[in-house]
């Protein structure tokens, strides 16, 4: 090839917030339209999915559509092709010991469960918020709220045009993941992309880390614990990532920067018990400081998230209370795993 810009891609193209992945997915009988969409670039359509799908089951439903201004809003269609995720399905050890998260060291999971299972499908119906799709689905997909025993469960459905060829005239902005949809893009493309000297950006479109707030905290060395626990102690706020969602995640454009923002949820505790603070870290999410002052846990991503730093000097001269670091999730064939949110 002598021109440097001009690139030969395979057909599908996909970019996680926080992770780059080129992992196996399933492809099966595709074949929608292809080329349908044109030479044009036209973003993703993002849905939260609905309620469950199960394997080879052929129907799924839809929940509300992002409104990123990074997202198409060109509604699903009969004959397009959908792109389906779960992002978050991973269970924990709820304990607030030591063995919280894997059971005995106090960070990670018990079982990813369906946690980055995807497929591409093609639609044959859609009537009112259910797709119809013309194949039966090989995985089983989820969205419920975190309880007192389970941990908070979602997926997304996008839709995903069918570009006959590309050529971009500008960056690409993956949708912010909002505890719903977003965090991904998915690029079909059947003749010859050229990317023009221009990227795909996902940084920071990933799971979000924590938000902050101001609480007395001194002494403190919890690994789960509610967030303003009348009387008790409370830590800071844990990460999001493949097992959960926290109430307050990072407001980047806070002034000082002293409180994060509301993560979204409505009716859901975002982790098991609503255990959403204290240095445990849940998955791939980082745990929250104990104490005057401690760090948060780095969000997991292929290695292991980093240990919060110790306290203040006014609270035990250093004591190591910071959260501890969201577990490393390696690749695993025929999963997508999007790197977890700092605590």
Same mark, same amino acid.
């Given at each position: ?40 670039? %036209?973003?993703? &359509?993002?849905?939260? $999915?609905?309620?469950?799908? @199960? ?11 992002? @409104? ?20 978050? *399905? ?11 998260? *894997?059971?005995?060291? +106090? ?8 946690? +980055? ?33 389970? @941990? ?18 500008? *960056?690409?902005? &993956? ?10 893009? %998915?690029? #079909? ?29 001194? $002494? ?34 806070? &002034? ?10 409505? +009716? ?35 290695? %292991? ?5 110790? @306290? ?7 004591? #190591? ?7 490393? &999730?390696?690749? %695993?064939? $025929? ?9």
């Amino acid at each position: 090839m002598n021109n440097p810009n001009m690139r030969y891609f395979p057909r599908y193209i996909l970019a996680l917030g926080l992770a780059l992945s080129s992992h196996q997915v399933r492809a099966g009988p595709l074949c929608a339209a292809p080329g349908k969409d044109g030479p044009s670039y %036209v973003a993703n &359509t993002y849905y939260a $999915g609905s309620g469950t799908a @199960t394997a080879s089951g052929n129907t799924i439903s839809l929940g509300s559509m992002s @409104t990123d201004s990074n997202a198409s809003t060109t509604p699903v269609a009969a004959g397009d092709q959908v792109f389906i995720i779960q992002m978050q *399905d991973a269970d924990i050890n709820n304990s607030t010991s030591i063995a919280y998260g *894997d059971g005995s060291t +106090g960070r990670g999971s018990t079982a990813l469960n369906n946690t +980055g299972r995807s497929e591409f499908a093609v639609v044959s119906n859609v009537t009112g918020n259910t797709v119809t799709l013309r194949d039966s689905l090989t995985y089983s997909y989820a969205n419920s709220p975190a309880s007192a025993t389970s @941990t908070r469960k979602s997926f997304q459905v996008i839709r995903v045009p069918q570009h006959s060829s590309l050529t971009l005239n500008s *960056d690409i902005r &993956t949708p912010a993941w909002n505890g719903f949809s977003g965090g991904v893009t %998915v690029l #079909d493309v059947a003749g010859t992309l050229d990317m023009n000297g221009q990227t795909i950006d996902a940084s920071a479109a990933g799971f979000r880390g924590a938000g902050s707030y101001v609480q007395s905290v001194m $002494g403190i060395s919890d690994y789960a614990n509610t967030y303003n626990a009348p009387g008790g102690s409370a830590g800071a706020m844990k990460g999001e990532g493949i097992a959960g969602t926290p109430p307050l995640v990072r407001n980047p454009s806070a &002034t000082p920067g002293l409180y994060g923002v509301p993560s979204g949820l409505s +009716g859901d505790q975002g982790y098991p018990s609503g255990y959403v603070v204290a240095r445990g870290a849940p998955g791939n999410a980082g745990g929250g400081g104990d104490g005057h002052n401690a760090g948060g846990g780095g969000g997991g991503n292929a290695g %292991v998230g980093g240990m919060g730093g110790q @306290t203040f000097f006014y609270d035990g001269g250093g004591r #190591d209370a910071g959260g501890l670091g969201g577990v490393a &999730t390696a690749p %695993v064939i $025929g999963r997508l795993l999007a790197g977890g949110g700092g605590g």
